[in-house]
T-cell receptor, first 111, second 116 residues
């Protein structure tokens, strides 16, 4: 079936480096994409979103890139900090209601 | 900053028992959701609720599940007869100040349900 998935289950980066987390989706009808961060024992926390009529969106230290041609989504975190260590999920939706989450990438920031 | 709250934080129940998980969404939000996350797995959508009715539900949300907004502040998920495989973290979320579906969903801290 169609699904949202992540290329790498774990990512280890040094503090201060940039991080890139990738996500592939297969449902071409998806029109809204979101990145969530989940820290241990907490609920998902919204990071940034992008609609299908855009290919790039920037936030504070984060950038989301959307490539609809290859159905690929990425999250770039600039100057990664220890507080960025968490599991990152991409999610997509057609309806705007039901979020279909990917499996998650664990980001570990080392000093 | 307004936040979604959930009670209890941890619920232990015997198989076959009914459980009610409670959520207080952000006060001016219009859309409410339940998701679950089995340990080590991805977050899965269960149901969305708008204008006092279910707007969308997944295959997981079968007849054993129901949702209710009993008053102006609470949003509940009931599991009528729990099974071992219902053990998971259940997240409530809310979104939408304006009646548009593409709104940031704010998640609560979750209720860990353990079915013995």
């Amino acid at each position: 079936g169609e699904s949202v998935g992540l290329h790498l289950p774990t990512l280890s980066v040094q503090e201060g480096d940039n991080s890139i987390i990738n996500c592939a989706y297969s449902n071409s009808a998806s029109d809204y994409f979101i990145w969530y961060k989940q820290e241990s024992g907490k609920g998902p926390q919204f990071i940034i979103d992008i609609r299908s009529n855009m290919d790039k969106r920037q936030g504070q230290r984060v950038t989301v890139l959307l490539n609809k041609t290859v159905k690929h989504l990425s999250l770039q975190i600039a100057a990664t900090q220890p507080g960025d260590s968490a599991v990152y999920f991409c999610a997509e939706t057609i309806s705007g209601y039901a979020l279909n989450f990917g499996k998650g990438t664990s980001l570990l920031v080392t000093p | 900053e307004p936040e979604v709250t959930q009670t209890p934080s941890h619920q232990v129940t015997q198989m076959g028992q009914e459980v009610i998980l409670r959520c207080v969404p952000i006060s001016n939000h219009l859309y409410f959701y339940w998701y679950r996350q089995i340990l080590g797995q991805k977050v899965e959508f269960l149901v969305s609720f708008y204008n006092n009715e279910i707007s969308e539900k997944s295959e997981i949300f079968d007849d054993q599940f129901s949702v209710e907004r009993p008053d102006g502040s609470n949003f509940t998920l009931k599991i009528r007869s729990t099974k071992l495989e219902d053990s998971a973290m259940y997240f409530c979320a809310s979104s939408g100040v304006e009646p548009s579906s593409y709104n940031e969903q704010f998640f609560g801290p979750g209720t860990r349900l353990t079915v013995l």
